[in-house]
Structures are given as structure tokens and as C-alpha cells.
């Protein structure tokens, strides 16, 4: 009798002992009379505001690391547009050169860059998780070099490489290796994001046109073509300078599904905080009452330890004396 009292009494001691030191309940059946509808359904929210903040945290970074390559993209451009612009009219062989070397360093560094990923995630495939976005820079300029062959002039040219990042055959078919965009995840309540910003986005392949133009110009096309060579470098400039619109207004897009996703993580954290409340309201103790239990089983059980060692030194002799 008395090793089963002492094994409840320390049992009674190790429950209280968490009640105090967590504020909760260890039997929350127990603590709200077996009524686990309230507890469930906040349970239930939490796990769905889990999730919830799982996928704003996954796309918040991944919008971040995605703005900051457009910033990249667009800044290898500036300097290459600009020495492009100057082409035109009565610029010399050198400045002309100048500027498709300028043009070739950028679609270079616009081609890592979307290429890039972010920890295992490419930033512009698409559904394609993993692996680059589009071909290298050498087998770009190999489809264009075969594609403007026919060209005679340097609107020709222009009009071609054009057609073949327009052309489902052309980059779409043998540059672009991502997939299609990805679709939009919720993110709190009835409401949805998603980045699906892609290498095959229109507004990219115009503003890689005019940076292929000027490439194809460092690579040899229409050599000791000297004014023929000046009008491509012109229109490559411009038509990088009629791209930029489409450039910023990615950039702001993107913005917009970034202040999204915050704002979304911001009232997710909200009511997180709000449902927590409610759920320790639910199953909480109340301290001083858990405490004045501790203290009353804690002195039961050094009762019955004595008890127990007072028990265990009688005997028929000490009694009989």
C-alpha cells in the first residue's frame, strides 16, 4: 500500500512540476472536461497559419533573391546601352567595337544571371526547380549566328534576331530550357502569390535583342563593313533603350508580390500570436494554485517516506520489550 501511494504521490509531483514550470495542463481531456471542440479548432488554425508562414517565408526570400538578379540584369545593361547609343551617326570602327565588346560582357553576365539559383532553386526556370534557365552564351550565339546569316543589311539582321527570340522555334524551342511559370500558393487566408518571373518572360527576351545585336557584332558579323557594322550598333542601343520600360515595369511587379507576401506574413503573425493567447487561455493553469499543489504533495510524499522508514524498523522483539 504504501509503494503504491509513494508511486502516485511522486507521479502527482512530476505533473505539477511541469504545470508550474510551463503554465499548461499535462492532461488537457482531464483540464477541460473532456469539451475538445474550442482546443481542436485552434489547434486547426495554427497548423493551417503554419503553413501559411512556411510558404511566405520561402517566397519572400525567393522574390528578394529574384529582384536583386532583375537589379543585376538591368545594371549590366546600362553601361552596354550607352556605348551602343553612342554608334550612332558618325561614330568610328573603335567606338563601334567598343560597344559590341560592351554588348557581349553584358549578355554574358545576363545569361549567369539568370542562370543563377537560390540555395537549390533556379530563379528563373520556372517549374524547372533545378538546373539553368537557358543555354550558355556560346550556344545562344550559335543558333543567332546560324539565324542571321541570311542578312544583308543591318535591319536584316535586327528584324532576325528579333524573330528569333519571338519565334517558338527559336529561343523558346532552343534557348529557354526552363518550364512554364509556377502557379500561385496560398498564402493566408483566401489569398494567393507566387514569383513567376522566367527567362522566357517577353520583357527579357527584348532586352536581351538589343545586347545579341551588338554580340553578334563582336563575333564578327558583316566585318569590314564599316558603316553597315555602325547601324546594327545603333539599333542594338535602341532597342535596348525601348526595352528598359519593360525592365521597371518587372522590377514593379515584382515589388508589388513582395509587399504582398510581407503584409500576408505580417496579419499570418497576427493571428498566430492572437490564437495563441486563446489556446493557453484554454489549457492554462493557474500558477499559484499549481504551486500550493506542489507543495502539499511534495510534504505528502516526505510523510510517507518516514512512515515508511518507521514501518520498516519494527519488529515482534521491539514490540515485546
Do not use: C
Request: hydrophobic share 45%.
Amino acid at each position: 500500500m504504501l509503494a503504491n501511494t509513494t508511486s502516485t504521490a511522486k507521479s502527482a509531483i512530476t505533473r505539477l512540476q511541469q504545470e508550474v514550470t510551463t503554465g499548461v495542463s499535462s492532461d488537457t481531456v482531464r483540464h477541460l472536461s473532456g469539451n475538445l471542440g474550442q482546443i481542436n479548432a485552434v489547434d486547426s488554425s495554427l497548423a493551417q497559419l503554419s503553413a501559411f508562414k512556411t510558404a511566405t517565408n520561402e517566397l519572400g526570400s525567393l522574390a528578394t533573391a529574384t529582384q536583386s538578379a532583375l537589379g543585376t540584369i538591368t545594371a549590366f545593361g546600362e553601361g552596354a546601352r550607352s556605348a551602343l547609343l553612342i554608334s550612332v551617326g558618325t561614330a568610328s570602327v573603335a567606338q563601334v567595337d567598343s560597344g559590341a565588346l560592351a554588348a557581349r560582357t553584358a549578355l554574358e553576365g545576363v545569361i549567369s544571371t539568370l542562370n543563377s539559383s537560390f540555395g537549390e532553386r533556379s530563379l528563373f526556370a520556372g517549374t524547372r526547380l533545378s538546373g539553368p534557365a537557358m543555354v550558355d552564351f556560346a550556344t545562344m550565339m550559335a543558333s543567332l549566328e546560324t539565324a542571321v546569316a541570311p542578312a544583308t543589311s543591318a535591319a536584316d539582321a535586327a528584324a532576325l534576331v528579333a524573330n528569333w527570340f519571338d519565334d517558338p522555334a527559336g529561343y523558346a524551342g532552343t534557348g529557354y530550357l526552363g518550364g512554364p511559370a509556377v502557379d500561385a500558393v496560398p498564402v493566408a487566408e483566401g489569398e494567393t502569390a507566387t514569383v513567376s518571373l522566367t527567362a522566357g518572360s517577353t520583357a527579357i527576351r527584348d532586352y536581351m535583342k538589343g545586347l545579341a545585336m551588338g554580340a553578334l557584332l563582336d563575333r564578327g558579323l558583316f566585318a569590314g563593313q564599316a558603316e553597315t557594322r555602325r547601324d546594327l550598333a545603333g539599333l542594338a542601343g535602341k532597342t535596348m533603350l525601348s526595352s528598359q520600360s519593360g525592365m521597371t515595369y518587372l522590377a514593379a511587379d515584382l515589388g508589388v508580390t513582395e509587399a504582398r507576401i510581407a503584409n500576408a506574413a505580417t496579419r499570418n503573425g497576427t493571428e498566430i500570436t492572437a490564437l495563441g493567447l486563446a489556446r493557453a487561455d484554454l489549457v492554462g493553469v493557474d500558477s499559484y494554485e499549481a504551486s500550493t499543489q506542489l507543495t502539499a504533495a511534495e510534504e505528502k510524499l516526505q510523510l510517507l517516506y518516514a512512515l515508511t522508514a518507521r514501518l520498516s524498523n519494527l519488529s515482534l522483539v521491539e514490540y515485546l520489550r
